[in-house]
């Protein structure tokens, strides 16, 4: 299972092509789905496809902290979490307003500047968010 992407580097441009490769490729899997791609504090890249509810954007943004929170996947949060029998809440104080152990964010490493942005899909099953990221991004390494 993935936790980060790891790059040499990592540009606006990087995220848009990263952007419409899963959007891309959830076309091709018939699949509705919200991307939103952040480098440092800023949106680069977000869409929400037609007939989702209107709170994708708040689990995107419950993702993405909990991604940065950790420093790795929001998957691996929640396999983590379940494996040790502990919560978000009760065991590292993280409001579920703010944070979410679903899977579908995964971090972005640059080899010499370390965590810079993240890659985050909703829209399907945690798992499935998740690993439409690693499909559509064969070129990037996955640890």
Not at 40 to 68: C, G, H, M, P
Not at 95 to 117: F, Q
């Amino acid at each position: 299972m993935e936790r980060q992407l790891i790059t040499d580097q990592f540009t606006n441009r990087m995220a848009l092509d990263m952007g419409l490769a899963i959007i891309e490729l959830a076309r091709k899997r018939d699949a509705r789905i919200g991307v939103s791609i952040r480098r440092l504090n800023q949106t680069v890249f977000e869409f929400i496809d037609n007939d989702l509810s209107a709170d994708k954007a708040n689990w995107i943004r419950r993702k993405v902290n909990t991604t940065l929170n950790f420093a790795e996947s929001s998957l691996a949060v929640r396999l983590d979490l379940e494996q040790m029998g502990k919560t978000l809440a009760a065991d590292f104080g993280l409001s579920d307003d703010d944070y979410i152990a679903k899977g579908g964010c995964i971090p972005i490493v640059v080899t010499s500047a370390g965590l810079i942005g993240t890659i985050t899909v909703t829209g399907l099953k945690d798992v499935d968010d998740h690993q439409i990221i690693v499909d559509a991004l064969p070129e990037f390494r996955f640890v």
